[in-house]
């Protein structure tokens, strides 16, 4: 294979990347978990840097706004929109107890 060969190969790829759609639950999946990878993996005795607590912050606030199409998607009823709000605000908890002096979603 040639560097011309890999080239097209990747623009292609590209291509079909661009026309993708990820379902909101896996989108939401991710976002939480770049939310907790955030702070804990840069925890020094309980805190995390500023840069941690902010990428925290913000995918913990891109997986808030993906909860209304989540409820529409998968067809949440009450007790599993209860259960999703529970999860998020457990997820707030830990992100505060990582980053005490500064707002979290």
């Known amino acids: 294979m040639s560097l011309a060969d890999a080239s097209a190969t990747v623009d292609r790829d590209a291509a079909d990347w661009t026309s993708f759609e990820i379902p909101p639950q896996y989108k939401f999946d991710a976002r ?3 939310a907790m990878s955030a702070v804990m993996l840069t925890e020094q005795n309980n805190r995390s840097t500023p840069q941690a607590c902010t ?3 913000f995918h913990g606030q891109k997986a808030n706004e993906l909860v209304p199409e989540l409820v529409r998607n998968l067809d949440f009823n009450e007790a ?3 259960r ?3 999860f998020l605000l457990q997820i707030a908890a830990r992100v505060r ?7 979290s979603p």
């Open 97 to 103: 107890v990582s980053c005490p002096d500064s707002p």
């Open 84 to 86: 999703l709000h529970g």
């Open 55 to 57: 990428i925290a912050r």
């Open 80 to 82: 599993d929109k209860s």
């Open 32 to 34: 939480i978990a770049l």
